[in-house]
């Protein structure tokens, strides 16, 4: 009994003497928070665009004025050697133009079909006007129930007018709209100097060889010239489409 007492008072001093250490710490340190003097010390910080504004930049600068100057240079020649070269494209461009136009003029097959391919399709104007016409005369005749003949006129020249003018008006858009959508496939998949080269050499061959393409195939030479630039946009437009 006496021993197990011992030890409880033994534990008791511990505890007690543990918590007089534990209170000492904490006064302590509320003491060291309350009387502590904050001390700022200043430090430098390597900045480096201040320590690049003090240094000696002339080699940078030389360098510098080295690289526009050659700069300069390099486009200059690249300016006259584009220069130089649609220069000489066009000059080549228009020998050839010239040298296949006079050989068409001298051409009597390729001028005859020029005749021909340009009355057919003031032929075929023609025509269409008729059948315009016409057509504008047929739906005119519904003025003729009209029982007022000066109504009856109006309204038959009216309606002809009307007719009329709508088929032309339709047909001119419509060939307008297929004109620019040739452009614009001409302008995005041909605009270069194959194409250049293909219209030249296609009608060099078509003039210079006329009297044998006719005699193997019997087509106008500017109908099959035209046949030849459609399946040539063809292609490129299918090449182009694949590329992308």
């Not at 057919?120 to 005369?137: E, K, L, M, N, V």
Request: charged letters at 20%; hydrophobic letters at 45%.
């Amino acid at each position: 009994m006496r021993s197990e007492k011992e030890k409880l008072r033994s534990a008791n001093v511990t505890i007690e003497e543990c918590q007089d250490k534990i209170r000492c710490l904490t006064q302590q340190r509320d003491y060291a928070r309350t009387h502590q003097k904050i001390v700022e010390i200043p430090v430098e910080k390597p900045v480096l665009y201040k320590k690049c504004e003090a240094c000696d930049r002339t080699a940078y600068q030389n360098a510098k004025a080295r690289y526009e100057t050659q700069k300069e240079q390099l486009a200059g020649q690249y300016k006259a050697k584009t220069v130089m070269f649609q220069t000489t494209l066009f000059l080549l461009a228009w020998y050839s133009l010239t040298t296949t136009l006079f050989q068409a003029v001298q051409s009597d097959v390729f001028l005859s079909d020029c005749k021909s391919f340009f009355h057919d399709a003031a032929s075929f104007i023609q025509t269409f006007i008729g059948w315009t016409i016409d057509a504008g005369q047929s739906v005119a005749q519904i003025s003729t129930k009209i029982p007022n003949e000066i109504i009856a006129g109006i309204i038959y020249w009216l309606l002809m007018i009307l007719v009329v003018g709508i088929c032309v008006a339709g047909t001119g858009i419509l060939a307008i709209l297929i004109e620019i959508k040739v452009i614009e496939l001409y302008k995005k998949n041909c605009w270069d100097v194959i194409t250049l080269l293909m219209i030249l050499t296609s009608a060099a061959v078509i003039i210079y060889f006329g009297e044998v393409i006719k005699k193997a195939l019997s087509i106008n030479l500017l109908f099959f010239w035209l046949i030849l630039q459609g399946i040539y946009l063809t292609i490129r437009r299918y090449i182009s489409q694949d590329t992308d």
